[in-house]
């Protein structure tokens, strides 16, 4: 059955960034799919509803909450994980972002933050992991998160989207490396309806600017990404590695403009 494929029994994931929003979607769905889950953030009282759902599922679930800021500490889940489960089959690193910021505002350091940010955590929990997936599993699956803004440009968007355009890159480069036991992906997604969009979707007419410029005329959901981070880590996506997936809801051109007066 062509449903099996998207099977992930007994396997176990690690995903960041999964107290609420994307994170928090993709490690319920894993758990849906059969896989045991760490889940780590900064708020205990979020990843505890979190694992809540994936025992519902009828998996189980390690809460780390910490400062994923910090490498050492982001690093220290793949120990975790073989820890607590036994082995790793799965990474998903969803933690991430930077504030928007007119370009003559963002400050070097700034930029060096973003980049620690969205790709030193990345890489820093990905070394950490390919050891033990190849020890404990035979191989494995990486995904990263990376974003629309990463290709689109925007204003105030220097930060944000030269760090997730490297992670882009990134994402292509390890999977060269990584050939052929450990596949690596990501996902670029558009705008979704998350907490971080609510400030700016409760504004009715914002919301309707952002879904008029989206050629599917909607803001995306968290399981829009959830169902796509499956399909990378499950036998579905076997034959696919050093890919980019881009569920945006078809966006060519930036979908919020951000009021930033010209020079």
Partial sequence: MILDRFRIDGQVAIVTGAG???GAATAVAFA???ADVVIA???ESQLESVAEQIVAAGRKAHVVAADLSDLDATAALAATAVEQFGRLDIVVNNVGGAMPCPLLDTTPEALIEAFS?????????????VPRMLDTAGGGSIVNITSAMGRLPGRAFAAYGTAKAALA?????AAVDLNPKIRVNAIA??????SALQIVAGNEAIRTEIETKTPLHRIGEPEDIAAA??????PAGKYLTGKVIEPDGGLIIP?????IPDL
């Fill in 20 to 22: 609420r929003g994307l």
């Fill in 169 to 173: 890159h990134y994402t292509k480069l």
């Fill in 255 to 259: 979908n919020l403009d951000l009021p």
């Fill in 117 to 129: 940010f969205n790709v030193g955590t990345a890489h820093a929990l990905t070394r950490a992991a």
């Fill in 41 to 43: 953030a900064r708020t």
């Fill in 189 to 194: 997604p558009g705008s979704m309806l998350t």
């Fill in 32 to 34: 849906q799919a059969g």
């Fill in 229 to 234: 981070a499956l399909y990378l880590v499950s």
